[in-house]
Every structure is written in C-alpha cells, then in structure tokens.
C-alpha cells in the first residue's frame, strides 16, 4: 500500500512538474469559441498557447460544460469569451475549473463584445415566447471581418494584462494582422460587388453581420423563432416568399437541420448552403480569413 | 515766432495725416499677417484633411475603422506569482473588479434570477395508496407541485459568488404547500493554490446525483438507493466545502467538508461538536471527442441523533458518446452506488453494526434533439431495517423547448418484505406507478455539468 502510494505520489509531482515546466514558456489562453482563438493567435503569434473549448462545427449556445474544460480553464492565463449570451455556459466551467485568474471580474478575463456595436438589439419588450431571444443583442459577430480591428483590439487589451512584457510584438503582429485582413478586404468587396443587395434565407439568425456588412439582404429565416423548430405553415409562407422574390440561397450552419434546408431549398429553386459559421465549421475554414473567404467565395457563387 | 508757428502749423498738416496713413499701413500689415497666418493654418487644415481623405479612400470600404481603444478598465493589480494564482500577500491588498458587467448599464440587476416548477403526477394501486407506500410516500394517486424554486445567483464581488434558492412544493396532501430555503451559500473564487470554499447551506457533493435538483434529475423520482440512505431530501447541510483542483496534466477534483450533520436519516446529530464529514474525488477522461466518462469517489462519517457512528462509502459513472457533430448525446450511461455502514442499538440495548448496500444504473438514448427514452434499474437494502427493493423503471422526456419539459414514467417496485410497507392495512410489496412531470424554467437558470 506505502509503495503504491509514493508510486501516485511520484506521477502526480512530475505531472505537476511538467506542468509548469509548459506553464513558463507561453501565455496559455483558453478561448469559448474558435474564431477567437484564430484571432488571438493572430495577434499572440509565438507568445501565445491558445485552445478553444468548442469547435467550429458546434452550436455555441449549447455547449456541453465538460470537466475537460475546466482542465483548460485551470492552467490558463487569460480567458477570452465572446460576451452577448453567446457562451454563457462559460460561468459554470470556470466556477470549476478553481483558477482565481479568470473568474469574472479577474485580469485573466476579457469580453470580446466590449466596444462591439452589437445589431438586432431588442427595442421593445422580449420574452421567450419569441424563441431564444438575446436581450443584448445578436451575439453572432465575430465573423465579420469589418469588426476584427475592435475585437483584436479587446485581444490585445487582454494579452497586455497578462503579458505586458511582450507588447510591441503583440502589437506588431496586431498591426501585420490588419493589414492582411485589409488586403483580402479589397479583394472580397470586389467579388461581392456585384451580387450586392441580393436576398438569402438563413437557417438560424447568426449571418446578420456578415450579410449587412457585405450588403446582402436576409429575407427571412427558417426557424420561425430562434431555436425553436419551425412550424410547417411557417415553412409553407416561406417557400412561397423565396419563390417570389428569387432567392436563390438559404445559408445553414453545419450543425442545423441541413436535410430540411435542402429539401426547403428544393421546394422554393434554391440551394442550401453549408456556411463556415465559425473556424473550423467547413474544411478548409481552418482559420479566421479563411473561414471568411470560404463564405465569400460561396456566396459569390451562390448568388451570381 | 510767427514764423515758428507756421512752419508748426505747416508741419502739422503735414506730418499729421502722413502719421495717420503710417499708422493705418501698420495695421494693415498686421491685419495682412494674421491673414497670412490664418491661411497657412487653413492651408495646412486642408492638407492634414486632405491626406486623412486619401488614407481613408485608399482603405477597403467594408472595413470599419479601429475603434478608439476602450478607456482602459482599471489599473493592473500588482503582478501576483507567475502561475497568475495570487498569493496571500496579493489577497490581503484591496484590489479594483476589472470588468465586473462592465457591459450592463444603468437600471440593469447586478445578478441572475430565475423561477423552476416542477409538478408531478402519479397513479398507483389502491393498497399501495392505502400503505402510503408509494415513491411519493403520502401523496399517492395525486398531481401536485414538487417543486417550485426561486433562485438569485451572481457574483457578490471580484472574489465571490452566491446563490440563493427558495423552494416550495407539497409535502402533504392539502392545499398547504410549505417554503423553505433550499440553499443559500457563497463560494470564495480568488483563494491560492487552485482552491475554492463555499459555506451556507447547500446540496452536499456527495456522489453524483445528490447535487442535483429535483427538476433537473434525468428521471421523474431519485433513485431507491439515494431515497433510502440520504432521505427523501437528500443530503441538504449547512457548513463548508473546500474544493482543490491541482495543476495536472488530467482533471482531479478533491473536495472536503465539514457540515452540521442535519440529515435525519444518515446522521441528524446537527452539531459542529462531532461534524458530519465529507470527501470527494472526481476524475474525467475524454476518448477522442465523442466519449466522455466522468469518476467519482465519496465518503461521508457523522453520527445519528443517539451519537451512534454512521458512515457511507459511494461510488460514482456516467458515460455519454455524443456523434461527431450532434448538439446532444446520443447514448448516456450511469451508475451509482452507495455503502452504509452504521452503529445500531437493537432492542436488548446491545450495539450493533448494520453494512448496507443500494445503486442504481440507467441507459438513455436520445436520438433525436428533443425527445428521449431510457430506463433505469434500482436495487436497494434499507439502512437500519432488513430487507430489500429492486425497481424497474422505463421513461421517455419530450423537450418542446430547452425551458419546457415533459416526462412519462412507469415504474414497477418489488420488496422482500411487507412489514415496514403495510400502513392501513394497505401494502406495498409490489408497486406499479405511472409517472406524470411537467417542469419549466422562467428566466436564468445555469448551465448544467457534465
């Protein structure tokens, strides 16, 4: 019994050790969703060990809370959340997860939403009568590229807190970041000139940023209330719409209900389309301009 | 002098307009140079516009400009260890919130609220009603609210966290439903070392499914072994937990806590004098994305209003395998198992000890996202008096929404025994219910744990 005892003892003191033999070499920071962890790698390069708690290809309001991610949580060093309602599942992990650092109020925590002019902001009274409905607005924009200056600007906020040591490499790469993005800017606007104020269905309301910056119109949405599966006679008015104005895409997450954006699409002359709603959401969407040239490059096509 | 004063008068004439013209020459020119200055200012004005004009033009159009920086939040504390964790020194220095609902204006509460009902319905056989021998002892064949909470939860500051739960709900039959406090406890987050303690009273992390309201139970009724060993409340304390999750490369949590001991079925001494102890340890791994088992071990010593020892030894497991892309599990496993070990005094006044056994297992499959069936196997001894219990349960859950739930159960119960189960000359030695719950959830309500 003693001598299995030292033998535990002897694993958990040299996992600890390398532990922090790992903990020395980089800022650990832990994301809630994989756009943000592209972009803090954008703007940490080198410096910076970044993980995210979901992937691309989940829904990011119903994330599972895994004691797997309290084990991120745990060793980081900054936390990046998304803010908005999108991931508030995040208070639970790190209520678990014991590290002082990232606890809400913490200088290892930062909100991605500070600064961010958030559309779709209810004006009126809302309940959940309306579906899944965000009182602060619609927390699905970190996927316009029009925003990432703000966002990478929260980023570096946060790295500085924790790492202010490293600040004119954070900040050049910051500066290197934008200046690709800017590039590929001029580039997406003049594929997308010439479908501008084009109409699409979208499957679940989390494209508002990105058609609005890139000038298309969202005619209407499949689920009738957000998160709420859609009745037929819903589904009946809008096939009957789509006919009627041409629309030639509906724009569906991977992990929504791409069977019935199919059929829907078939019954209205349509195409679904299977977006990269988030890093990592489609192959080839592997990063931030990535996953933003892949839905540019689809819509392009798409709507032409 | 005549002369003088012509050549005076002259000179006046002379001199006076030509000063005059002097002087207003002089303002012109100064006039002429506050002209010039001000059309160097413009001049430069313009090319200063100018050139943002071009910078701006030249820029992608769909690209917002940087926002100024936010203002800066607050300043940065004094660096704590390198690990970020503060030491004592860094606690005992008053520190600044960073960001605390920094994004929540004016007029806005400052934490969370939210409201749980839970109403169960069951119908049973005439003498299980009469032997009050049903799950729902005492409110057999009836609908009634279980459970109906109101809960605050929130952050008290940059270093704490509390939450508060009223609950009401049916005791007995009758129009009387009593309110009681559930939990009210804070949990201090900003403690070195990985470490967290929370004190109040609150729902003791013992096993698995203890901590868990009823309303958030994967099926209709807690399980025999819980319901027998821990009472029809569970284990409810009031006293402290202190958790650990230490740096490993896995995950670990430990846990120990200290309670009054009010549990009248396992304990009910009720004095810090001789505590009701606890201990837990919980593991996780994940085999890939889609596997996910969860581990835990826990142990509970105290003693019983006659200050007898009574101790309990649990294990628990949940398995959950989720596909590659689905937003909800497809197949969840679970079991848990609780020993009881307990000092009695039989009727010759002689002590006794009585080693006891319960657990439980389910499977619940949810092929698609909003319904759900499974079934759960129970099969218990009592703590004190002999016997033993197996129950049968299958059920099936329908989520309309993820606030709205609706659940259907029957459930089949068989006892070795018929004497501590045959009140009114009713009994209770086979059982068959059918389970009715409707739950909802009006405004916040936490994300649950694995």
Redesign the interface.
């Known amino acids: 019994m003693t001598r299995l005892a030292r033998i535990v003892l002897a694993v958990i003191a040299v996992a600890a050790l390398t532990g922090a033999v790992d903990a020395a070499d980089k800022v650990r920071v832990v994301t809630t969703i994989p756009d943000l962890k592209s972009l803090t790698e954008a703007v940490g390069g080198d410096l910076v060990d970044v993980d995210s708690l979901t992937r691309g290809t989940q829904n990011f309001h119903e994330a599972e809370v895994r004691p797997s991610m309290m084990l991120k949580l745990r060793k980081a060093d900054l936390l990046v959340e998304n803010g908005a309602d999108l991931d508030a599942w995040i208070d639970v992990a790190v209520q678990n997860a014991n590290n002082a650092t990232i606890v809400r109020g913490g200088r290892g925590r930062i909100e991605i939403s500070r600064g961010v002019p958030l559309l779709e902001v209810p004006s009126t009274r809302v309940d959940r009568s309306m579906g899944d409905v965000h009182p602060l607005g619609n927390p699905h924009f970190s996927l316009d590229p029009g925003l990432a200056p703000t966002i990478t600007q929260n980023i570096l906020d946060g790295l500085l807190r924790v790492a202010p040591q490293h600040r004119a490499a954070f900040e050049r790469n910051r500066a290197a970041f934008l200046a690709r993005l800017d590039e590929q800017m001029g580039h997406w606007t003049k594929l997308m000139e010439p479908v501008r104020g084009a109409k699409v269905v979208v499957y679940h309301p989390d494209f508002i940023y990105f058609l609005t910056r890139f000038g298309l119109v969202q005619l209407g949405a499949v689920e009738d209330r957000p998160g709420i599966p859609p009745s037929p006679q819903h589904l009946v008015n809008l096939i009957r719409q789509m006919k009627e104005e041409g629309v030639k895409a509906i724009l569906v997450e991977p992990w929504n209900d791409v069977k019935l954006a199919n059929r829907l699409a078939e019954e209205a002359g349509a195409k679904a389309y299977v977006m990269a709603t988030a890093v990592g959401a489609v192959k080839g969407a592997d990063n931030y301009l990535a996953a933003i040239d892949f839905n540019i490059n689809t819509l392009a096509k798409a709507l032409r | 002098m005549r002369g003088l004063i012509i050549v005076a008068v002259w000179l006046a004439i002379v001199l006076v307009p030509g000063l005059a013209a002097a002087q207003d020459a002089e303002a012109l020119r100064r006039e002429l140079d506050q002209l010039r200055r001000q059309q160097e200012q413009y001049q430069k004005a313009i090319e200063a516009l100018s050139e943002r004009l071009k910078r701006l033009e030249s820029?992608?159009?769909?690209?917002?400009?940087?926002?100024p920086?936010?203002a800066?939040v607050a300043q940065?504390?004094p660096a704590?260890g390198?690990?970020?964790?503060?030491g004592l020194l860094d606690l005992a220095r008053p520190r600044e919130?960073?960001?605390?609902?920094?994004?929540r204006g004016s007029g806005q509460l400052l934490f969370d609220m939210g409201v749980v009902g839970d109403f169960v319905g069951n119908i049973t056989q005439r003498n299980v009603d009469k032997a009050n021998a049903g799950t729902f002892a005492g409110r057999e064949n009836r609908f009634f609210p279980r459970e109906v909470e109101l809960s605050f939860f929130g952050?008290v500051?940059?270093?704490a966290?509390a939450e508060v739960r009223i609950e009401s709900g049916e005791d007995e039959p009758g129009a009387e439903t009593g309110v009681s406090l559930a939990e009210a406890n804070l949990?201090l987050?900003?403690?070195?070392w990985?470490?967290?303690l929370k004190m109040g009273q609150m729902r003791a992390r013992f096993g698995y499914s203890n901590q868990i309201h009823e309303h958030d139970l994967p099926w209709v009724d807690r399980p025999d072994a819980l319901r027998n060993f821990l009472g029809e409340e569970g284990l409810t304390e009031k006293g402290f937990e202190a958790?650990?999750?230490?740096?490993?490369?896995?995950?670990l949590?430990a846990l120990v806590g200290v309670f009054n001991g009010d549990n009248d079925v396992a304990f009910g001494y009720g004095k810090l004098s001789q505590p009701l102890v606890t201990a837990r340890l919980?593991?996780?791994f994940?085999l890939a994305?889609e596997h996910?088992i969860?581990f835990g071990v826990s142990g509970a010593s105290g003693q019983t209003p006659d200050r007898l020892r009574s101790q309990l030894a649990a294990f628990d497991l949940k398995y959950k395998y989720?596909p590659?892309?689905w937003?909800h599990?497809l197949l969840t496993l679970g079991s848990e198992g609780i020993y009881s070990i307990r000092r009695v005094e039989n009727d010759l006044g002689e002590k006794t000890t009585r080693d006891r056994f319960g657990w439980y297992a389910y499977a619940e499959v949810q092929p698609w996202r909003?319904w759900a069936g499974g079934v759960r196997y129970d099969w218990s001894q009592f703590p004190v008096d002999p016997g033993r219990e197996w129950a049968v349960e299958p059920y099936v859950t329908f989520w309309p929404?993820?606030?709205l739930r609706f659940r259907l159960a029957y459930k089949h119960t068989e006892r070795s025994q018929r004497e501590a189960f045959s009140e009114n000359g009713g009994s209770g030695r086979l059982v068959d219910e059918l389970f009715f719950q409707a739950s909802f959830i009006l405004g916040a309500h936490?994300?649950?744990?694995?």
Do not use: M, N
């Open positions: 820029q992608p159009a769909a690209v917002a400009p940087a926002p920086a936010p800066p940065t504390p704590p390198s690990s970020g964790t503060p919130p960073f960001a605390l609902y920094g994004q952050q500051d940059p270093y966290r949990t987050l900003t403690l070195p990985g470490t967290q958790t650990i999750v230490p740096d490993l490369p896995f995950y949590e919980r593991t996780f994940e994305d996910a969860q989720r590659e892309g937003l599990p909003r929404s993820e606030f936490p994300a649950h744990p694995f």
